[in-house]
């Protein structure tokens, strides 16, 4: 016994179980005292395949090593166990006897089978050392030995759980996620094939074993990765037992301090057992020998020049003539494994050779399946381009597509036939199926997009031909608008609708798709008139007045009106009512369809305008102790999805238009009493012949006297300046007393101002003194007065022209104001 690994030979070569060795092994790695916290982990392989070197680095043992420069023999006998070091939990590491030595012979096999037992039996992990090129070999890879040893524990022990972790040695550029399905199916294959008591007749693999697939790198070749992966491998071992680990499930442990009774027992029985019994040895030999013929096949057709120029060459496009070069190559390479393996048995020998074929095609299948896919791509660019052709030339879409498809169906069969492998029995329907399926799809895309482009076109058509009329049909409302939006409506649907029918006729659509998208059309046209008709709703407020203000200014014949008194405002505004409240009716709900009636029109004038006009009669006073009937939200006869404006919307519209236009109505009448008031400034008839009969005594006085006569003419030449100048009828106008009190502040100032300008016009018109005849005074005195008669004349010209000129700007004031009011009306309007 070594101190440091504490290594104990367990059985010797004859199967000699050394009990004192494993109590004094137990004692000295205090065992006993671990209770159920240990794990035992064995190795298993063929001879000289470097289990005791693994162990030694996994877990830094010290087993005999083989001394390679001595030649292969062997170097382990018989079981032996150690001390793992450094592993938490305490862990026995097993080291049995390598399998197929030469020192035992060929028949001489029972111990291995018996050791191998016995390790899957105590151990919670068996390590199976195998060759990573001898994966898949009945012998190297111990699966006959494997199918014994199921097969007989299940017979002699309880499920355990043993964890069996495959280390596949000296590892090649295989990928290990290749290798793994081929170790884990050959197991199952391995259970499915043993022959189960009636007790485990359906219990699973999994009840027995945790299988685990590791790989590393050559030892002699790389060692410092073959050390670097082992480091990587130990850590599996730490807490090995715990859940989750790689032995977290196992079942059947006896405590430590029972280890050394149970493993005697289990031995015991082992030896004690007859009826182990492996297949015979030529058979295993030749199940060997014909894997490494097609393992050698294969890797040569791997390699295989022509192979790799014909992969190379399909992955840039098709190759012409490839199923006839490949199957030429596979051909050539089953003929050398025939040759090589025909004095092996026939059963193992044909096994062989359709695994052979069948990795040689798994192999090449991706190739195969690369051109199928070129194959397709070109198919469906071809199929594009032609019925890109045939459509600009004019042809139907249907009768296109279908000429296509056919023709490119046929190119593609004709692909396949050359692209066929003889030895297998690949179908490319699939990939027909798929190229169909794509067909599909873009035919049904494309035309899905010409149809919208169509639909779109039509559509856009409608909009332009309905939008504008109707919005102009809604500007002039009337009673016949919607008659006349509905022959609108109709005549231009029906356009659309004939050539839109002639321009998808090429399409081939079904009756139901072709109604589907006539209908929508017809739609489309109806949701045109129904969305300007709710445009405009949202406008009635703005046309009422607009249509208020065009009936209430304007007469018969669109001339403006000019407010002369003589109008009736009263049955202008009412008709100017009645003018707008039909532009409400008008707007108040869709009324397409030609056979629906509707009272609203009836309704808004009985309860807007004869409500509150008409004096009510005995009958109508009875009724209007009913409800309202605008206070409703929907109309009598009319769907809620054609009311544009519900009657309490009506009736609160009404009022804000009224509340608007009275302004207007204001207006025109004030015009109305001011032209009165500017045309009757004179006094009455009768008061004119009353001052000519009581004022005649001092008309016949003033006649004979001239001097009357012109102080007369002079004062109404001063009134007539200071009525100019004070503006009395102006003042007037806004009322007695505001005129009169605005005239008495303004008198005095008024009067000075003409009398200094006659004193200015008197002073211009003197000339220089000089010496005058007597006789001449009279005459000298006549003029004088007479220039200074004339100044006052013109002053009072003057004055005149001044009033003349005040009468003009005051015109044109009135002008300008009535423009104002206008303008302001229009302003309102909009």
Not at 451 to 462: G, I, P, T, W
Not at 479 to 488: F, G, V, Y
């Amino acid at each position: 016994m070594e101190e440091d690994g504490c290594a104990t030979q367990l059985i010797d070569g004859d199967g000699v179980f050394n009990v004192s060795g494993l109590e004094n092994f137990m004692k000295t790695v205090k065992l006993g005292e671990c209770g159920l916290s240990y794990a035992v982990v064995a190795i298993m392989g063929p001879q000289s395949s470097g289990k005791s070197t693994l162990l030694n680095h996994l877990f830094h043992t010290n087993f005999r090593e083989m001394d390679a420069f001595r030649g292969r023999s062997q170097t382990t006998k018989g079981i032996w166990i150690s001390k793992c070091v450094g592993i938490e939990p305490c862990t026995i590491a097993m080291d049995l006897e390598g399998t197929d030595g030469r020192e035992r012979g060929e028949d001489d096999t029972t111990f291995e089978k018996q050791s191998a037992l016995f390790a899957l039996a105590v151990s919670d992990i068996v390590l199976i050392n195998m060759w990573c090129h001898d994966i898949g070999r009945e012998q190297a890879a111990n699966k006959p030995l494997l199918k014994t040893v199921f097969q007989v524990m299940m017979r002699l022990f309880s499920p355990r759980r043993t964890t069996l972790l495959f280390v596949i040695r000296d590892k090649t550029k295989t990928p290990l996620e290749h290798l793994e399905p081929v170790l884990r199916e050959d197991i199952q294959k391995i259970w499915d094939s043993v022959p189960k008591p009636q007790g485990h007749m359906d219990t699973p693999l999994s009840e027995f074993f945790n299988v685990e697939v590791t790989a590393l790198s050559s030892f002699e070749e790389k060692e410092d990765q073959f050390k670097e992966q082992v480091a990587q491998l130990r850590q599996l071992f730490f807490h090995s037992i715990a859940p989750g680990r790689l032995a977290g499930d196992r079942r059947g442990v006896v405590p430590a301090s029972a280890f050394s009774f149970s493993a005697q027992q289990i031995w015991k029985v082992i030896r004690e057992n007859k009826d182990l019994d492996i297949p015979a040895h030529k058979v295993m030999v030749a199940t060997v020998r014909c894997e490494e013929i097609a393992n050698e096949k294969l890797s040569h057709l791997t390699s295989d020049e022509g192979w790799l120029e014909l992969e190379e060459a399909v992955q840039s496009g098709p190759v012409p003539g490839f199923g006839r070069k490949l199957s030429s190559i596979l051909e050539a390479y089953l003929s050398e494994y025939d040759a090589e393996a025909i004095y092996f048995d026939e059963g193992v020998r044909t096994a062989k050779r359709q695994q052979l074929e069948s990795k040689a095609l798994h192999l090449v299948h991706p190739a195969y399946h690369a051109i199928l896919g070129h194959l397709r791509s070109k198919s469906l660019e071809n199929f594009k381009n032609k019925l890109e052709q045939s459509l600009k030339s004019g042809g139907g879409f249907a009768a296109s597509v279908c000429e296509c498809n056919r023709s490119c169906m046929v190119d593609f069969d004709q692909g396949c036939e050359d692209v066929a492998v003889q030895l297998a029995d690949w179908s490319p329907s699939k990939v027909r199926g798929k190229l169909c399926r794509d067909i599909e799809a873009y035919t049904a895309s494309l035309r899905t997009e010409k149809l919208s482009a169509l639909v779109a076109d039509f559509e856009k058509q409608l909009t332009e031909a309905l939008a504008e009329p109707v919005e102009s049909l809604f500007d002039a409302a009337g009673k016949d608008t919607w008659e006349a939006i509905r022959k609108l409506l109709k005549h231009e649907t029906q356009l659309a609708v004939s050539q839109f029918s002639t321009a998808i006729a090429g399409f081939e659509l079904d009756q139901a798709t072709f109604d589907n998208m006539v209908n929508n059309l017809v739609d489309h046209a109806r949701g045109v008139v129904e969305k300007k008709a709710r445009e405009e709703a949202g406008k009635v407020l703005i046309r009422m007045k607009d249509r208020f203000s065009t009936v209430f200014s304007h007469d018969n014949d669109s001339m403006p009106r000019v407010w002369t008194g003589k109008e009736d405002i009263r049955a202008i505004t009412k008709d100017s009512r009645a003018a707008a409240l039909k532009v409400l009716s008008v707007l108040a709900a869709v009324r397409l369809d030609e056979k629906r009636s509707d009272k609203i029109e009836k309704l808004l004038v009985s309860s807007l305008v004869e409500g509150s006009d008409v004096a009510l009669t005995t009958k109508e006073r009875s009724m209007s102790a009913s409800p309202d009937p605008l206070t409703s939200s929907t109309w009598e006869e009319v769907s809620p999805k054609d009311t544009l404006i519900t009657p309490i919307h009506c009736k609160s519209l009404w009022r804000q238009f009224k509340a608007e236009t009275e302004y207007t109505v204001t207006q025109a009448i004030s015009a109305q009493e001011a032209h009165q008031r500017s045309n009757n400034w004179l006094p009455p008839p009768w008061a004119i012949c009353a001052m000519l009969i009581l004022g005649f005594n001092e008309f016949m006085l003033i006649l004979r006297n001239p001097l009357y006569i012109m102080a007369m003419f002079i004062i109404y030449l001063v009134s007539k300046a200071l009525w100019v100048q004070l503006n009395i009828e102006g003042e007037f106008r806004n009322g007695f007393l505001p005129g009169l009190f605005s005239l008495t502040s303004r008198f005095l100032p008024t009067a000075m101002d003409i009398f200094n300008r006659l004193a200015a016009a008197g002073q211009h018109q003197e000339n220089p003194e000089r010496p005058r005849p007597a006789g001449t005074l009279n005459s000298q005195s006549y003029e004088s007065q007479t220039q200074i008669t004339e100044p006052v004349v013109d002053s009072v010209s003057d004055l005149h022209s001044d009033h003349s000129s005040s009468e003009s700007s005051t015109d044109s004031s009135s002008t300008l104001t009535h423009r104002n009011v206008t303008e302001a009306m229009a302003m309102d309007r909009t």
